[in-house]
């Protein structure tokens, strides 16, 4: 909220003919060239669409959204509003790959779209080596795992389109492996279940929710991030886990697959639910430690050179400087 003015509307506190009215007020008074609108989903998203081409204001459209195989039935219908919705944007920022490829099968422009990297604050994850060795030794003595255990990482709410249920299941075919571990960061409505399945499994760790700064450790005291959600527009903690250096397995539902998780180059891509091709390619990386931290390496450099926040501010500028008259 600091550098830049700004105003905070409150609109959901109001009936909707009143955030329509405010929202009006609002854009006149401002006379924006260009407004940028985040996703599709709320009222206030439509009200915005609706009044801009009403000012003649430019729209610029950045959402989380690609076609997965989840809920087909909707799928006509989801299609045909987003048509609608998209009919009336100027220019479009994708966040990745599959979002890119899904406003094309739209029938949208490629010259419309201006392709970007999702990004987190990389340099808030960054540690040097040795602040990164302490961290490690520090959290995992926190939570009495041995130095030399190997670790996955699940980072998310717990609850069914999460799969958390699956770390379990990957667990449970590499118990033959020596101390390995998996640790839950998060809560939600799986807690207890999750617990009762895992039992007094002292190889298991339930960590709850964690604060940025606590979850930042846990990456860098665990070897790699398991990502096996039902869906994910992107997923984020891929993002998070490569800025500190650790490689992600990923299901092929989640955004972020093939895209900043590259096979074999930044970590592993499994096919969503088959707990035991996950299974497989965890045992691989647990045998060869150098390949884990050379994927860990690749990760750090590739979320560094082309998933920061720098490039994604300059997506939104070109997508700007490319609309009529607006060259600054």
Known sequence: MEGYPSQVLNLGQLPLRERYRKLKETLSAVKPKAVVIFGYYLPEHWMIRMLATRLGIHTIFVGETFQSSNHRWR???????????????????????KNFEYYRSLGISEGAIFPAHYCVDNNFFHASPTEASAMRKEWREKHKIPAGAFVSLFVARLFERKRPGDALDIHERLTKLKDYRTVFVGNGPMEESLKEQAGKNKRIHFLGFQDQAATRQAYYGADILLLPSEFETWGLVANEAAACGRPTLAADSCGVAEDLVVYGETGYVFKKGDCEQAAEMLSKLYNDPELLQRLGRNASRKVSDEFSVKQFAEAFQNAYRSLSGNKQ
Do not use: E
Not at 77 to 88: C, D, W
């Open 75 to 97: 799928r006509p219908i989801q299609t045909r509003f987003r048509k609608l919705f998209f009919s009336g944007m100027d220019r479009f920022v994708s966040i990745g790959k």
